[in-house]
């Protein structure tokens, strides 16, 4: 009897031991996530139903080619010339000029945050009252005839003396990606407001077919660094959005065949992030940006998160690269960056959505120690997925 009952302890004891080295499961994760992020999501969404629409006919620019609807923002990097304050600006990489008009960005990201907010309260209580008011910042944006905004991007990151807009303001747009994931987020929304929805729709299909055949999308598109990433990730989002399938494989295909051979080195960094004068900011934002694509685009049938190149890129290789300074940042090997150094790293979603995808629980207690709600707007500007809720099932 003393015999079976010790051989049954040490059972027991391996059993436990193998138990404890399994990793946390992604539901588990998931639902630590929404523990987490309850008390911020619910204060943010009662500051989300105190606030009326502003869209981009809110405030003008002088210097905006455009009209009252268009969309009109200008080149971060760009400075007047001491020489002669009438010529061409000129470039200062990485050095953010506060005079240029960024109001209609800034806009863009409020209502990027009332939405996320939101539609994230929703999901956590299924209380009505938060999809209701999300739906009337929306069709303040897309459908009022007096505060709509065009489709279209004709006038971003301008620069002044040399140009009236530029495919690279394309990157503007990534803050409408919370906007249309929480509307997908908000179970019943389309029973709720059939006309609003269908209204919105209409806004992304045409904004799609802009972005996917004008020549300033087409720039985007083939940018080689992570202008190209934000291409594909806001271009699937919207895609997802409006049931636009064919653009969806493209945008996979594109990532598995372009993205991720072509930018990412064989240890998982980004060389051309690196090379920058902000080289940690930008080897994070174009990692989250990669993350969120997987995010977007990965279903039964193809699991981006899986996908490996002959060579052995992956997403997973990636945040693998860049997980230590994620965790230490004083460990980070190559310089500076120029500006906004202290404020990184925050709650980044790669890690948030890595730590689902491969059910790692040192990503998931990084992201969770993390900054969730910064402050600083040059950090805002570059963190498109605020709400990771509104993004996991």
Known sequence: MEVYDRSRSIALTIVLSVFLLIPCSAQHIQKEIATVLREQVLKDALWALEQQPITVTAQSSGRSKGGRHDFFSEGDYWWSNPVSADSPYI?????????????????????????????????????????????VHCRAWFMDTTTRMNPNLLFAQAIKGRHTGRGIGIIDTIHFMEVVQGLMAMAGVELYDKEAIAGIKSWFEQYLQWLTTHQYGKDEMNAVNNHGT?????????????????????????????????????????????????????????LDAMATICQILSDDKDNLWTYTTSDGRSLKKGIEYMYPYLADKSKWPLKKDVMYW???????????????????????????????????????????????????Q
């Open 91 to 135: 470039q200062r990489d990485g050095m953010t000029n506060p005079d240029n008009f960024v109001a209609h960005r800034l806009a863009m990201i409020r209502f990027s945050r009332i939405v996320g907010a939101l539609s994230s309260a929703y999901k956590l209580t299924g209380d009505k009252k938060y999809m209701r008011h999300a739906i």
């Open 230 to 286: 934000c291409w594909v990730m806001q271009v699937a989002c919207f895609a997802k959005f409006t049931g636009n399938q064919k653009i969806m494989d493209f945008c996979r295909d594109r990532y598995k065949n372009v993205l991720l051979p072509n930018q990412m080195a064989a240890d998982g960094s980004f060389p051309q992030e690196l090379r920058r004068t902000k080289p940690y900011g930008y080897s994070i934002f174009n």
């Open 342 to 392: 202290d404020e990184w790293p925050v709650a980044q979603p790669a890690l948030a959505f890595g730590a689902i995808a491969y059910s790692n629980k040192d990503w998931f207690n990084t992201w969770k120690r993390l900054e969730h709600s910064p402050a600083i707007e040059e950090v805002i500007r570059n963190l498109p997925v605020r709400y990771p809720l509104i993004w996991i």
